[in-house]
């Protein structure tokens, strides 16, 4: 981070937050349809396109502002400081 603009250091935490909530989300997809396939017929699945966009989005800004609150320290901290420079 020494020397990266704040800008460049949030839109790269930006960028890996956003493709690890996709990620996850594909996965997490993936695994609740196998699991659909396994489940008893008596046992009613539904998925619903509306609520599948509702959980991406919520994911994706889950992950967004979880990553923006740990690189405000980061942006705010001291470079010196951070490496231990003065003691």
Do not use: H, K, T
């Not at 997490?28 to 017929?41: A, C, K, M, N, R």
């Not at 800004?61 to 001291?78: D, K, M, N, P, Q």
């Amino acid at each position: 981070a020494m020397g990266a603009s704040d800008r460049i250091l949030v839109a790269g935490m930006v960028l890996q937050a956003v493709v690890v909530a996709v990620g996850a989300y594909i996965i997490g997809g993936v695994f609740s349809w196998l699991l659909g396939l396994v489940i008893p017929p008596e046992i009613p699945v539904y998925y619903r396109p509306e609520r599948a966009v509702f959980v991406l989005v919520a994911v994706v800004v889950a992950a967004v502002v979880g990553g923006l609150v740990s690189l405000r320290r980061v942006i705010r901290i001291e470079p010196a400081s951070a490496i231990g420079a003065g003691l």
